[in-house]
């Protein structure tokens, strides 16, 4: 099927024919290779530095924020001064300010979330790897490629400039919600607020042409050969998040502008009639509704949780199979169970807001659906599990951090069920609970896939393996880390702290202990705090890892150096502009590995014969 | 039973009528929660061991056959269905389409959230609600009661997070909304947990069971003060409570604003 696909394309892989840059022909100057590259493997590399850094600044302000709420009304060493430095008042005498350690969240979660976590997964991996796995010489539109990096790019920044704009980076939530996100900083019309719609205008458009270029490609581009059912896992897993991208965020676009609106020419499309806002009426017009702000939000939102998972699914399936030496388990129901949740995703976004003052219809159709979605996910995971029984495991460092995702994710995903049911999210709403879960999704879930991812296909990408021992000891670093960061969260939360205290909850916890309160939760914030230094310094290894194995890691003597099956590992190394020498054809499914009377316990998708 | 185990892992203990259910709930999902997490974690420890290289050198390339893991995903399945239709749409059922009736004599308690404070407010002896205008809303008067009007003479009036009180065993129901931002109006110990959101006004009602000075936790984001938006509230006897209504009544809270 996919032959007259590609039957039309020029045989860019021979070296030939460029008909769309003349500069290939010459070796490209500074710029145009590493700033305006239309190369799918350098943009890709472009998306995964940027977003490493924004991952690190992220941390860097949780940690901030977790040091403030342990102690609260100290200064904070070091950083105190020279937050103060920077930031001014906000940070006066060292401390941060109720204001300050409220942007530090807002930010923290859009960052994590907009400019770390979903560019890596998706636009750094998605346009690293896709192209090469599926046997296409590039992305389908090089240069809409292009575009969406330098919007991603300008969006971030334009984030960052929030921070030095009267009172401060935004600072209601990554949630924005209004009215708080309009009446916060009233007095100034372009205040962090209006920084973080603008900025989140530029990044959705980003996303959007990034992911209209995914489904191109993935429906375009592929090799003579590669069926839909012979596509890699991590393949399927990208060209689904590229529809709940592209098809979820235009309603949070819409919603961006008219929040702009409200915010700078004091429209009413989030304001109710009648708002009191420091003991005087607020002089806007009203008669909007700040529900609806919610629903649009997490019309995108509660995809954009999928967004953060199944790449991540994609990534360990590749990692799992590849290191088990065998076949996924159940290849067709992960696929099947990817394109349901891909589905329902659409249909579950107003769990989050239980609370609100919904009937017992809605809730009840939103909790079925929110049930129904638990079931793919459940049979992705078991099937990621099945797969590893009769395998030759190695535990090669992605391999440690592909096997940890399963256990860790699954706690993320099943303390999600409590929250879904909405009885008992009457009680766990907004409370420490939810921040163990989600960040049990994305940390020791999302970000170990990631790790995995880095450390997987590092080799292809700069010919040099990453060190394997300061690997092990960022992998056990980590994860003993991220539990201990993580766990007491989920006692937190039953002891009834809620979130987004910028006093970390002491006013519930303090002296005058209430009916039900228990000041011992408040020791456990200092717990958090010390296991969060360290898995701090245990990120630094992979720092120092990932820049000195660029230069001077062990080389690879292979293309594939992990004895890998899919078109990836076929590439020169690393690969090329135009990716494959010879145009690749693929004979077979994605993992045969130890296939019965093959010469050897993998064989390549595009090899012809097993026992060749 | 589900009381302590959810005491071991740090729950409030619940102080409403209702509060047994939400807890029954949240354990019977934990149950299932452990028994999957405990089902996979044996499985995977078990084949990490197994199969590792130097235990399983050649790997076996059909792998695990049969059809347990399907009867088990059904089986899940089944179960959430059970917890959904059994548990959660009847408590969810109960809690907004069940308010009490004239005939329960219920407490009725408006709740104003502001920035960053919660206010109460009950109609006074005559059991009417004094007369509210929006135009005289103020930091001080957030129901922007009308000092002018006869019913509002003897309104009770708990502003600016001046505790309150309610008696135990009668049916409360708060009304509940805010007149800045959306703050969330929850009572953690009576399992009431509801979103104060301006331009809405969202009945809640429990019955508590338990007396004693309890918390009221702002779980919205407001603002700068959120942290700070603590309220408190006693529940106490009928006596004591009626007590505590006739001197607030006699006090007024409607004439202080003119």
Known sequence: ?612 | MIEFLLSKVGMRPGASAHAAEVDGLIFYVHLLMFVLFVGWLGFYLLALLKFRRAANPKADYVGVKGHLSTYLEVGVAVVEAVLLVGLAIPIWARAVDRMPTAADKPVEVQIMGMQFKWNAHLAGADGKWGKQDIKLASATNPYGLDGADAAAKDDVTCLLGEPFKLPVNRPVVCRISSMDVIHSFKLPDMRITQDAIPGMVVPAHFIPTKTGKFVIICAQLCGSGHANMRGDFEVVSQEEFDKWFAEKSKAGGGGGFE
């Open chain 1, 1 to 612: 099927m996919s032959a007259t696909h590609t039957s039309t394309l020029p045989q860019h892989g021979q070296g030939h024919s460029h008909s769309h840059d003349a500069h290939d022909h010459h070796e490209p100057n500074f710029w145009h290779k590493y700033v305006f590259s239309t190369d799918h493997k350098v943009i890709g590399v472009q998306y995964a530095m940027s977003a490493l850094s924004f991952l690190f600044f992220g941390f860097l302000l949780m940690l901030c924020m977790r040091y403030q709420i342990s102690h609260p009304g100290e200064a904070i060493p070091i950083v105190g001064s020279l937050m103060e430095r920077v930031l001014g008042e906000a940070a006066s005498g060292g401390k941060m300010s109720a204001d300050l350690y409220n942007s530090f969240g807002a930010m923290h979660g859009n960052i994590m979330v907009f400019l770390a976590i979903v560019p890596l997964v998706f636009a750094a991996f998605g346009n690293y790897v896709v192209p090469l796995q599926i046997g296409a010489i590039d992305m389908a539109f090089p240069r809409v490629n292009m575009a969406s990096y330098h919007c991603y790019w300008m969006g971030g920044v334009t984030w960052f400039t929030g921070f030095f704009l009267p009172g401060g980076a935004a600072k209601s939530g990554w949630t924005s919600y209004s009215p708080l996100a309009t009446v916060a900083e009233f007095g100034h019309s372009f205040n962090g607020q209006t920084a973080l719609l603008v900025g989140l205008v530029l990044l959705i458009t980003s996303s959007l042409l990034g992911s209209a270029n995914f489904i191109a490609t993935v429906v375009q581009l592929r090799a003579h050969g590669m069926s839909w059912m012979r596509l890699p896992f991590f393949v399927w897993a990208q060209f689904v998040t590229a529809f709940l991208l592209l098809l979820a965020f235009p309603p949070l676009e819409a919603a961006g502008i008219l929040q702009l609106m409200d915010n700078v020419f004091h429209t009413s499309f989030f304001l109710p009639t009648g708002l009191v806002v420091g003991g005087s009426q607020l002089p806007v017009s009203g008669g909007g509704s700040p529900l609806l702000w919610q629903h649009l939000f997490w019309f995108l939102g509660h995809p954009e949780v999928y967004v953060l998972v199944l790449p991540a699914f994609g990534i360990v399936a590749e990692v799992i199979a590849n290191n088990t030496r065998k076949p996924l388990w159940g290849y067709k129901s992960m696929v099947y169970s990817v394109i349901a949740i891909g589905f329902l995703s659409f249909i579950v976004w107003a769990h989050h807001m239980y609370l609100t003052g919904m009937g017992t219809k809605i809730s009840t159709f939103f909790q079925t659906t929110t049930m129904m979605i638990s079931i793919p996910s459940v049979i992705i995971l078991t099937a990621l599990f099945i797969s590893l029984w009769g395998g030759s495991i190695r535990f090669t460092v992605p391999m440690l951090f592909a096997v940890a995702f399963l256990p860790m994710f699954g706690i993320g995903g099943l303390t999600g069920l409590p929250l879904g049911f909405n009885a008992s999210d009457i009680y766990l709403h907004d409370s420490y609970y939810v921040i163990g879960h989600f960040h049990y999704v994305v940390a020791p879930g999302t970000m170990f896939a990631l790790f995995a991812g880095v450390y997987f296909w590092f080799p292809k990408a700069t010919g040099r393996m990453m060190n394997e021992f300061l690997g092990k000891v960022h992998f056990w670093g980590s994860l003993v880390c991220m539990n201990m960061v993580f766990a007491p969260m989920f006692v937190q939360g039953f002891k009834g702290m809620s979130r987004r205290m910028s006093d970390g909850g002491a006013i519930y916890f303090g002296k005058d202990v209430a009916y039900g309160a228990d000041p011992g939760v408040l020791k456990l914030n200092n717990m958090i705090l010390a296991s969060a230094l360290l898995l701090f310094v245990f990120q630094l290894p992979f720092i120092f890892n990932f820049f000195w194995s660029i230069w001077n890691g062990r080389k690879v003597t292979s293309d594939n150096p992990w004895d890998a099956t899919t078109l990836d590992w076929a590439t020169p190394t690393p690969p090329p502009h135009g990716n494959f020498l010879k145009e690749p054809i693929v004979y077979r499914g994605p993992y045969e590995y130890s296939v019965p009377g093959a010469s050897r316990d993998f064989t390549p998708q595009d090899q012809k014969d097993p026992k060749g």
